[in-house]
Structures are given as structure tokens and as C-alpha cells.
């Protein structure tokens, strides 16, 4: 189907997601990431399709909340591993367009201009924890916890981690998390200030139900706006440091440390 003359919202169902399911009963939109099997795993077509997702949920006035949130028991692992290795490592033009997906994601569900809420359902890692701190709130099950593995597996978390994480968590703490790659238990992470609240899995729908009748509750355009101000340190520390990092790493694929590291993943996975 050709593309509207105008920003129009679609039916869920025309944009033919296969990534992701993308669901719509205003005032809430939700976004699953859909790739169980691998525990959510980002693949390019999955970061495509979260972006146009956004940008639809961003374009109808009747949504005025988007939740995001995992199938099957983690919530996201970050970057597919083994996708990497077959598509990307010593292949730096590669990785750089595959980044460039990861960032437009990141754009446009930090640009929505709604408030936004992660329902982490289970293991948050890497990237899924980037995920999760783009959105404005995250609400967490206590059993699952929140990891970083980048300087163990080769790739710098600069998809957010080391630029959000001493915003939200504070200088000290975020070097912990990044540099010793050690769990994060859910009640830590809301201590913490990295989710919002850890609650029992038996209770995770009903909070998230309970905040999104209060964001949606709110002004639309003035939330907006309150968003567009609260994303300045955000915004500011991602656009001065992500379009270097988009290279650097791209470079860093034909080098052997990640190759190696990545390896020995895969072979430990099988």
C-alpha cells in the first residue's frame, strides 16, 4: 500500500509488522517485541518496524499512550548475536547501516510526543535496556533483572547506556553497571531510580494499567511540550556523542576483539 499524502494514521493490521505486534485500543497503543525465540533479540527489520510503529502511534490523536513491552519471558536482549556475527563483524558499512536503524528507533519512540511506558516482562539486557530508559516510565517484575555485556562481548553500550545511564542513575552507579556487567535485580534497579517500580509478575498489568489511565488522564499538547523539556539532558548527551559512536563502532567490527568475543558467545550459547 502506497504511502498517505499526510501524516495519517493506519489500522495496525495494513502496516504488516512481522518483528513486532503492534496493537491499538485508545487511548493506549501497545508495541511487543516479538522474536520469543531469541529472547527479542534486535534484528534490522525489528528496529525498522518499532520505528514506524512510533511514528503511526505518534500521528493518531486517539492514542495517547504507548506501552512497550516483550512476548515470552524476557522483555529484550539487545542486538542478535548471531545475526552479528553472520552480518556484520568485518563488515563495517554493514553494522553502520544496521546502527542506523538502532538510532532512528531510538528517535522516534523518544520523539513521540506522548508519554511512553515499558512493561518489562522479564530480562533486560543491553539494548533492551536502552529500550527501557527511552521510554518516560518502566514498570518491572521483580524476578527479572537488568544487565549490561558490552565490554564483555566487544560492542560499547553507546546506544543510550553511557549516555542516559549517569542521568538517570547517577556517575558512580552507571560505571558499576556498565563496566562490571554484573545483574541488576529489579528491586535494585527501582532503588536505584532505573525502572519506576518492581511488582510482583501477578501484579505487572494492573500498574501498568493504573499509570496509563493516569498519563492518558493528562493534556496532550501541554505533555508534549513537558516532554519536549524534560528530554533536554537526554537529547543533549545522545545527539553530541551517538552519530560518533555510530562510527567508531562500525570501525571497531573488522578488529579482532569483538570477533573474538563474540565467538566465544556463540560457541558457550550452543
Known amino acids: 500500500m502506497s504511502e498517505p499524502e499526510r501524516p495519517e494514521p493506519r489500522d495496525p493490521a495494513e502496516l504488516g509488522f512481522e518483528a513486532i505486534v503492534y496493537e491499538k485500543a485508545p487511548p493506549r497503543a501497545t508495541l511487543t517485541l516479538n522474536r520469543p525465540e531469541v529472547l527479542n533479540a534486535f534484528d534490522f527489520r525489528m528496529l525498522r518496524e518499532i520505528a514506524r510503529a512510533c511514528e ?10 504507548l506501552v512497550v513491552t516483550g512476548a515470552g519471558k524476557a522483555f529484550c536482549v539487545g542486538a542478535d548475536l548471531k545475526s552479528w556475527s553472520r552480518d556484520y563483524l568485518g563488515k563495517p558499512d554493514e553494522y553502520w547501516k544496521w546502527f542506523g536503524a538502532f538510532k532512528d528507533a531510538h528517535d522516534k519512540l523518544r520523539e513521540i510526543g506522548k508519554p511512553t511506558l515499558a512493561r518489562i516482562n522479564g530480562v533486560c539486557v543491553g539494548g533492551g535496556n536502552e529500550l527501557q530508559m527511552a521510554c518516560d516510565l518502566a514498570v518491572m517484575v521483580e524476578d527479572a533483572y537488568i544487565r ?35 545483574e541488576i535485580p529489579a528491586r535494585k534497579a527501582e532503588e536505584w531510580g532505573l525502572v519506576s517500580r518492581a511488582v510482583p509478575a501477578a501484579e505487572l498489568d494492573a500498574v501498568v494499567d493504573e499509570l496509563v489511565e493516569k498519563l492518558a488522564a493528562k493534556l496532550p499538547q501541554t ?3 513537558t516532554k519536549q523539556q524534560l528530554n533536554f539532558w537526554r537529547d543533549l548527551a545522545w545527539h ?21 568475543a563474540v565467538e566465544r558467545f556463540l560457541e558457550k550459547d550452543e
Open 148 to 182: 549490561h555485556v558490552g565490554p564483555e562481548h566487544g560492542s560499547v553500550p553507546a546506544g543510550g547506556a553511557t549516555q542516559w545511564l549517569p542521568i538517570i542513575v547517577g556517575e558512580r552507579r552507571a560505571r558499576e553497571i556498565i563496566l562490571l556487567c554484573e
Open 240 to 260: 553530541e556523542t551517538v552519530n560518533h559512536a555510530r562510527d567508531w563502532l562500525a570501525l571497531s567490527m573488522v578488529t579482532e576483539e569483538p570477533r573474538a
Open 223 to 225: 505533555v508534549r511540550y
Open 56 to 65: 503511526d502511534a505518534s500521528w493518531d490523536d486517539e492514542i495517547r499512550v
